[in-house]
């Protein structure tokens, strides 16, 4: 190992073990000897070989591979912040809105009018609708010609690495971009490099409960801490006891407590009240101009198309990455309140954005919010009837035409997807296809090179699906 490595573990005093994965936060490669530290210790001492074992040995062996070519491929982790060379200029900011011209259709008067935004960072955070947000904003970049802030062999910024402006593809100091949108571990200093000074930041956040549901679930095979709770409702068991089964030191331990903390760059596991909540908290309220709900979606989006200067069509939608209700946890009331106090820092910021969510939407205006909601909702029914084969998402299995098959979690196939129709008139059938479309395939469409994501997906399929 890495003297880094050894360093680490004799301040921990780790063993290296298949359920955590202890891992110092920068020493990423060091999993290649973890892992075979793993296979020494469980694969090869005992005297049989069972088929869970065999899995487990393929398993780590192919996330060897993974980590490798991570290694291998993630951009030096140079830190250059705070120079003013690496910054795209002011001057940069009208340029880039030259294919943009039209004036706003809002109900705006002549003496409001306003210019439609084309500089734009979305924060995509996880498992919070954030995937439907993604494909009206590469719909809208795609259509006026704008210049995406793209990763590079892979479909985010090296997450869970914090972000850096060398993860950006073909990135040089002092380049400028319209949007930047994939995901990444926030750090605000860094993305201001890539955008012009007037680019609107916006974000969404989802109740943390259902987003730890949602987590829990859709990670839970890459997150070893989850895999030595037993019975049926891992979720429950993990609730009752968390402590028993969190390490925050774990490998991908992140995605099990205050994920949106953690999307944002800050200590996802701190207290709920820690001093330090409230003060990120009231960080992120000076970084983002709009911070969506996504149990508000639509009104979120009609806020949306007020804050940038869009039109309707700019924000239709057909809902992507959901999953199929039969692998949604119900919980109690009871369960509820056990996941909120783990998720603390997480609802402290959701219900400060909820509150900030509301006081938008008042003065936006109550009755005209609802006038809006409503239309969307006709112009959204239409595309449906237009575009989608009988109307309604369906399972993985019954997809079609591989383009429009959405990303699986590992070993499930839990995500829904759609047929677009056959018989689509012509004029309609290019923005059914991109409405339609899944966010790994419209980065490709896009010529974004994915070779690291498609390989990990050919890896995963091949290991778990029967």
Excluded at 204 to 232: C, K, M, Q
């Amino acid at each position: 190992m890495t003297s880094e490595c050894v360093q680490h573990a004799e301040q921990q005093k780790v063993s290296f073990y298949p359920v955590g994965y202890l891992h110092p936060p920068h020493c990423w490669c060091c999993h290649l000897q973890d892992h075979l530290w793993v296979l020494i210790m469980f694969g090869f001492k005992g005297p049989k070989c069972t088929p869970v074992l065999r899995r487990l040995i393929l398993w780590v062996l192919l996330t060897n591979i993974m980590l490798a070519f991570y290694c291998l491929t993630n951009p030096a982790q140079v830190k250059t912040r705070g120079s003013q060379e690496d910054t795209c200029p002011l001057s940069m900011a009208g340029l880039l809105k030259k294919n943009v011209t039209r004036l706003s259709q809002s109900t705006k008067s002549p003496s409001e009018e306003c210019s439609p935004a084309v500089n734009v960072m979305f924060m995509k955070t996880h498992k919070t609708a954030s995937s439907t947000i993604l494909n009206i904003l590469f719909r809208f970049g795609e259509k006026h010609k704008l210049k995406f802030a793209f990763p590079d062999g892979r479909n985010d910024f090296f997450y869970p690495s914090p972000f850096l402006c060398s993860q950006v593809k073909d990135y040089r100091p002092g380049e400028c971009f319209n949007i930047v949108c994939n995901h990444m571990r926030f750090d605000h200093q860094e993305v201001a490099k890539l955008l012009p000074p007037d680019a609107v930041y916006i974000t969404i956040l989802r109740d943390p409960v259902d987003l730890f549901e949602s987590s829990f679930h859709y990670y839970n095979r890459a997150v070893p801490l989850t895999w030595r709770i037993s019975g049926e409702n891992k979720l429950e068991a993990f609730l009752n006891s968390p402590r028993t089964f969190y390490s925050p030191e774990a490998y991908n331990s992140f995605y099990l407590r205050n994920l949106l903390f953690f999307d944002f760059g800050f200590d996802n596991n701190v207290e709920a009240d820690d001093p330090r909540v409230m003060r990120d908290i009231h960080n992120l309220s000076k970084q983002f101009d709009l911070v969506l709900i996504a149990e508000y979606f639509e009104e979120s989006l009609v806020l949306l198309k007020d804050t940038l200067c869009w039109t309707m069509e700019d924000i239709l939608y057909f809902k992507l990455n959901v999953r199929k209700s039969s692998s949604v946890s119900r919980l109690t009331p009871e369960f509820r309140a056990k996941a909120l106090e783990w998720n603390g820092a997480d609802w402290r910021l959701y219900r400060h954005f909820n509150t900030t969510f509301w006081a938008r939407v008042e003065a936006y205006g109550r009755e005209r919010m609802k006038r809006e909601v409503n239309e969307l909702r006709r112009r959204n029914a239409e595309m449906k009837a237009i575009c989608i084969e009988g109307g309604h998402a369906v399972e993985a299995r019954k997809i079609r035409d591989r383009h429009f098959l959405p990303w699986q979690p590992v070993g499930e196939s839990s995500i829904l997807g759609y047929n677009m129709k056959k018989d689509i008139d012509p004029k309609f059938r290019r923005i059914c296809e991109k409405m339609l479309t899944p966010e790994i395939q419209y980065l490709s469409d896009l010529g974004v090179s994915l070779w690291l994501t498609r390989l990990w997906g050919w890896i995963k399929d091949a290991v778990f699906t029967a």
